[in-house]
DNA sequence: TTTGGTACTTTGTACAACAAGGTAGTATTT
DNA sequence: AAATACTACCTTGTTGTACAAAGTACCAAA
């Protein structure tokens, strides 16, 4: 058995990363974002601002630099589509609906989300539980 | 109302992007890898091609190019630490076992999955379940 | 007409996962 | 003893996503 060479340390950075459970939530957070927002819009039509609020409210932080980009993308995908609404005071606002393949794709999502969490508690527990 | 400025569309990309479910919970695992990893590891030291099995076999599909670094960025982190072990048949393999510090953070990392599941639960049903 | 608020958009950066290829030690076959 | 196969570890380059920050545009009220 020859390690020696293998073994070489690369590079101790061991950058004292905030082990904050914030910050943890928001990795694991990452991948879920797209079927929330389906999931609001599939409570209603919506635009960016409430959206984000409802986001916070469920304690799950976005900012407008997300979240734009995510519907152009949704959009792109045929999930979503809009329409402009006036708005009582200040610029028209941009309404986002589902489509109707976005009230499939958000059916598969359920599905899929609920086997992740099905997997990880797989992995977390090790038993035939699935 | 002036709208027509901003409603030229964006590019229609709209390439008809697999409605995969595959896709989709490759998309919503992407975050949870870490906790599986510690998740694993917390029920006995392990090296890459096992951990590559069990997750396999969780349907948490990885490659040697993902877990690599992520186990590489964990030991910097003072999350994991690994010992050589001669092989029976092949070279030696690098176990990892779980710092103290790892058992920390794997117990925020319980707390914070806990809490992602119940959000995305509040958003779906929009009900105060929390 | 200027100020402030709301809303939408873009650009640049950081990081994570992956694909693909590379290095190295051990065992087996010829 | 050379070649082959297998196992295991590691690296590099690409892509995609979230974010920070700055920018554009519309509207209302002082």
Redesign the pocket.
Known sequence: ???????ME?QEYNKELELNAENIK??M??????YCILSILRKGDS?????ISELKAAKM?????????????QKNQGLLS?R?E???????????SLTEKGHKALEVMDEAWSEVVKTVDYIKTGLENR
């Open positions: 058995m020859v390690i020696d060479k293998r073994d690369n928001a990795q957070r990452k991948g879920v974002l797209e635009y960016v601002s409430p959206l932080i976005v900012v407008e630099g997300t979240l734009y980009p995510l519907l152009a993308r809009y402009w006036e708005s009582p005071s200040g610029p028209p606002r941009k309404y986002y």
